[in-house]
């Protein structure tokens, strides 16, 4: 499995960018395809996930309203729109495949186990 993110660079606060993120395969029977982004010196972060047989979402509480996942599975592909964007959307914005949890889609780094090389996203004001 291999995941390709794209999308990313510099923009201005206020505006929009949207990443994309093409999966090679599925190695599970219940994946979920997931964001997440890591900034400097911080963790990574659970931004949102998709089960890709049935569409379900879970959103992170902190991007709700800003950011929107979406999928296209005749493409293998996942999308991650960040609306009204801030300096502190700064990170390299990472995809990831892993597979559900007790029909659940977990937040946890360690559950995914297919990763992209990401795609960084700076915000300036």
């Known amino acids: 499995v291999q995941l390709q993110a794209s999308g990313g660079g510099p923009a201005l606060a206020g505006a929009s960018v949207r990443l994309s993120c093409t999966a090679s395969a599925f190695g599970f029977a219940n994946p979920v395809m997931a964001w997440f982004r890591q900034a400097p010196g911080k963790e990574r972060e659970f931004l949102a996930g998709?089960?890709?047989?049935?569409?379900?979402?879970l959103s992170a509480d902190s991007v709700k309203g800003r950011f929107l996942i979406s999928r296209d599975v005749a493409k293998n592909m996942v999308y991650f729109e960040i609306n009204s964007l801030k300096p502190e959307d700064t990170a390299v914005y990472y995809c990831?495949?892993?597979?559900?949890?007790?029909?659940?889609?977990?937040?946890?780094?360690?559950?995914?186990?297919?990763w992209g090389h990401g795609t960084q996203v700076t915000v300036s004001s």
């Open positions: 990831a495949q892993g597979r559900t949890i007790e029909g659940r889609i977990s937040r946890h780094a360690r559950v995914y186990d297919h």
């Open positions: 998709v089960k890709w047989n049935s569409g379900g979402i």
